[in-house]
């Protein structure tokens, strides 16, 4: 599988190969894998913190549930430029998909 890119995160670190998206923790533990064929949008959000204060996300719409249900991942980001980047590298990995199914 062909590897695309990573995108340092800080505490976290987000792989991108041309098919999934996968975000490791500070120990290198996998925090969440996402293959782009399920992703049926991607957008950055402002969302509230614990202390109410601003923080902001990538809200993942599934086009294919989890196996808990769950119809959308959330991946939050320290800043809105930081969730920008990351949705747009998100969002080349869904068009090669997209693309590919095109041919």
Same mark, same amino acid.
């Given at each position: 599988e062909n590897y695309l890119g990573h995108f340092d995160m800080g505490d976290r670190v987000a792989l991108l190969s041309v098919k999934r998206l996968i975000l490791l923790g500070p &120990?290198? !533990? *996998? @925090?969440?894998? @996402?293959?782009? &064929? $399920? +992703?049926? &949008?991607?957008?950055?959000? !402002?969302?509230?913190?614990?202390d109410n204060s601003i923080g902001w996300a990538i809200i993942i719409v599934l086009n294919t549930p989890r196996k808990n249900g769950s119809e959308v991942e959330v991946l939050t980001c320290k800043s809105r !430029? *930081?969730?920008? *980047? @990351?949705?747009? $590298?998100? !969002?080349?990995? =869904?068009? +090669? =998909?997209a693309s590919d199914k095109a041919m």
């Open positions: &120990k290198g !533990q *996998e @925090l969440m894998a @996402l293959k782009y &064929k $399920h +992703v049926s &949008k991607a957008e950055v959000r !402002q969302i509230p913190n614990d !430029q *930081e969730a920008e *980047e @990351l949705c747009a $590298h998100l !969002q080349r990995g =869904i068009d +090669v =998909i």
